[in-house]
């Protein structure tokens, strides 16, 4: 009985030792995501010219002569639309600044994909982050934009000169944000043509803004009576009123992987 006992535990030894290995665990090898994005562009123009600082003369609607030295708007709170479905682009503030070509482009990453049809935006800088004390990157009082805690950002920024102008400059700085006495616009645009967003599908909107738009429709300004805008809200609210309709789309194209 003990030798049975000892042939039987020798033989589970041996069974075990001759178990056979599993096999090595391979690595899950990750696919890199593919990212869904789209990219804006905003030009600016007279006409259908490209805006030139500095050394270019314009005439306005009324007739008035201008030359600009400045022009800056935010451009903020985007949201694609497709159908009957919206897609709210999260921190998405932009100032367009025509000395720095770099601003008026900006890309949005993480699209949801789809076939959009219209975008929404806001001219200027909502209430909330006017009154947000200290902000970064667009909104950073560096740039020039912002006031103070109390009267907040400048939505929108044109300096220039003019003949007509009792002292030769004007200049349009549309500011405040309280509810019935802000600049702020909101802004709806068709496109042309379906911005398409999948994977390796890259649409680029472009977007042109008129500077004439400043000063017509609805209302037709004079640089003679209205040549320093800032703190009168008569007057910031023709200057808004007018450049809400600044806007229009220029193209959708696309770029493929």
């Given at each position: 009985?003990?030798?049975?006992?000892l042939?039987?535990?020798?033989m589970g030894?041996?069974t075990?030792?001759c178990?056979?290995?599993?096999?090595?665990?391979?690595?899950?090898?990750?696919?890199?995501?593919?990212?869904?994005?789209?990219?804006?562009?905003?030009?600016?123009?007279?006409?259908?010219?490209?805006?030139?600082l500095?050394?270019?003369?314009?005439?306005?609607?009324?007739?008035?002569?201008?030359?600009?030295?400045?022009?800056?708007y935010?451009v903020?709170?985007?949201?694609?639309?497709?159908?009957?479905s919206?897609?709210?682009?999260?921190?998405?503030?932009?100032?367009?600044?025509?000395?720095?070509?770099?601003?008026?482009?900006?890309?949005?990453?993480?699209?949801?994909?789809?076939?959009?049809?219209?975008?929404?935006?806001?001219?200027?800088?909502?209430v909330?982050r006017?009154?947000?004390?200290?902000?970064?990157g667009?909104?950073?009082?560096?740039?020039?934009m912002?006031?103070?805690?109390?009267?907040?950002?400048?939505m929108?920024?044109?300096?220039?000169w003019?003949?007509?102008?009792?002292?030769?400059q004007?200049?349009?700085?549309?500011?405040?944000?309280?509810?019935g006495k802000g600049?702020?616009?909101?802004?709806?645009?068709?496109?042309?043509k379906?911005?398409?967003?999948?994977p390796?599908?890259?649409?680029?909107?472009?977007?042109?803004?008129?500077?004439?738009?400043?000063?017509?429709?609805?209302t037709?300004?004079s640089i003679?009576?209205m040549?320093?805008?800032?703190?009168?809200?008569?007057?910031?609210?023709?200057?808004?009123?007018?450049?809400?309709?600044?806007?229009?789309?220029?193209?959708?194209?696309?770029?493929?992987?």
């Amino acid at each position: 009985m003990k030798n049975l006992i000892l042939f039987i535990f020798s033989m589970g030894l041996l069974t075990a030792g001759c178990r056979k290995k599993p096999d090595p665990v391979k690595p899950v090898i990750q696919q890199p995501e593919k990212k869904t994005s789209i990219s804006f562009t905003f030009k600016n123009v007279v006409g259908n010219e490209l805006l030139s600082l500095e050394d270019t003369w314009y005439r306005n609607e009324n007739g008035d002569s201008i030359r600009l030295s400045s022009y800056k708007y935010y451009v903020t709170n985007f949201v694609l639309v497709k159908g009957d479905s919206e897609y709210v682009v999260p921190e998405s503030y932009y100032l367009i600044d025509e000395s720095n070509p770099q601003s008026k482009t900006f890309t949005f990453e993480g699209i949801p994909a789809g076939d959009y049809d219209k975008i929404k935006f806001m001219i200027g800088v909502d209430v909330a982050r006017n009154t947000s004390g200290a902000q970064t990157g667009a909104l950073d009082p560096i740039h020039g934009m912002f006031w103070d805690w109390s009267t907040g950002y400048i939505m929108a920024k044109m300096e220039g000169w003019s003949p007509q102008s009792g002292t030769k400059q004007f200049f349009y700085h549309a500011g405040g944000f309280k509810l019935g006495k802000g600049a702020q616009r909101d802004v709806v645009l068709e496109l042309p043509k379906k911005a398409t967003v999948i994977p390796s599908y890259y649409p680029h909107i472009i977007i042109r803004s008129d500077v004439m738009e400043w000063f017509k429709t609805p209302t037709t300004i004079s640089i003679a009576s209205m040549n320093a805008v800032m703190s009168d809200l008569t007057e910031v609210k023709t200057i808004a009123d007018n450049y809400a309709n600044m806007f229009t789309v220029e193209d959708v194209m696309t770029a493929v992987e």
